[in-house]
């Protein structure tokens, strides 16, 4: 990482840098709570100034007003497409290739029953799906249940052990190559184009989820040359909660299959009403059934806030303060909590993380990791909580996540003597804090 002078480390050096920062006025587009410090736009996004006034309208006008009519008037019926092909520009999908439908879990399902279909169907000899141990779990849940229907088999492995199973000789029976690209815990990113070229060169297919990527680091899916793709609406794309996720095909397997849940918005002419399925062209055939036009409303209103940057360097230039605002925060960690035995737990080289830092709780079990998280949050400093097994390997984790569009400098100097004062004062020891509700 690049060194911060201690300068740079008090609290007025950061409010210098937001003054100077180009980027500034895009937080201008959220409706953000006085009082809190939001470092949880990894698992649900802010809620965009546009956003209710967009909702009210489909709501009030296009549906309560317009009724059947808005299907074409208000054009839901493109709303699959249309933001799709928005968010195609975030990721490096060409305008057509991508679609908005369902959840991330469901999307991977489509997308993964396709590439195994497609891969047995090449080398019927190919009959393993291989992914990350410590991929978030709904989608090795989902790579469980696809490979069981393909008579296939999951293969978990570490991170670090796959470019060894598909070295030369090694990787003849891999179907698919599915992984996260940032993952959930670690925040460590992949490099898209040299994994996708490792996977090739072992004849499988490569499958990327971008629910942590998208709106959040540059992603080049067609110069990647990767094979599906699935990514989450709520996360960076600030689309609100349950919002509707997206998947992409490179154009080569579009047509080659079509994906097994065969509603008929994926038809090719779903108001002809014929009794058989024949699926759409392209992309088209991965949509399933009626679009939920108020949730995909919303998502466009959050994707348009990232699409907002554009103008002023877009994805790179999000990229370049998302490290920006992570180097703070590694540094001032590393002064102000040096003897408190929390690690870093995110790689250090900023080309291999994504736009979060998760804290590793000692394995010793001296600091209750969702207690803290509590104690922070009290103190209006929101960022997550996420359990590991307890050892030094996969610790449990604190994660702060930094979102460009919204997160500031002054921001992340807070948070981190937050956190500081939290285990200071043994704030978290309070028994309130060790309450554990549904979701963490
Ligand atoms: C957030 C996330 C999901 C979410 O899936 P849903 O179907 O929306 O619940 C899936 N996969 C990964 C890797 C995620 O980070």
Known sequence: MTALAPQDLDRAACAARDAADPLAALREQFDLPPGVNYL???????????????????????????????????????????VGD??????????GELVVADSTSVNLFKVLSAAARIAQADDAARRVIVSERSNFPTDLYIAESVAAQHGMTLELLDIDAIPARLAPGAGADVAVLMLTQVNYRSGRMADMAAVTALAHAAGALMLWDLAHSAGAVPVDLNGADADFAVGCGYKYLNGGPGAPAFCWAHPRHAERFWQPL???MGHAAPFVFEPGYRPAPGIGRYLCGTPQVIGMSALDCGVDTVLAAEPLGGMAALRAKS???????????????????????????????????SLGVPADGSVDGYAVMQALIARGVIGDYRAGDGSAAEPHLLRFGFTP?????????????ALAEVLARGEWREERFARKSAVT
Do not use: M
């Not at 649900?44 to 209710?52: M, S």
């Not at 009030?60 to 059947?68: A, D, K, N, S, V």
């Not at 569009?405 to 003597?417: M, P, S």
């Open 323 to 357: 490290v920006a605002l992570s180097e703070l925060f590694i540094a001032l960690v590393r002064r102000h909590l040096a003897g408190s035995g929390l690690t870093i737990h995110t790689p250090l080289d900023a080309a291999r993380r994504g736009s979060q830092v």
């Open 262 to 264: 065969s509603g008929w």
């Open 40 to 82: 949880d736009g990894n698992s649900l996004g802010v809620l965009p100034r546009a956003t209710a006034a967009r909702v009210h309208d489909v709501v009030t006008r296009e549906w309560g007003q317009g009724l059947i009519r808005s299907w074409n008037s208000a054009g839901w019926i493109e709303l699959p497409r249309r």
């Open 405 to 417: 569009l919204y997160t500031r400098f002054q921001d992340v100097f807070d948070a981190v003597e």
């Open 86 to 95: 928005k968010i195609g520009r975030l990721v490096g999908a060409a305008p």
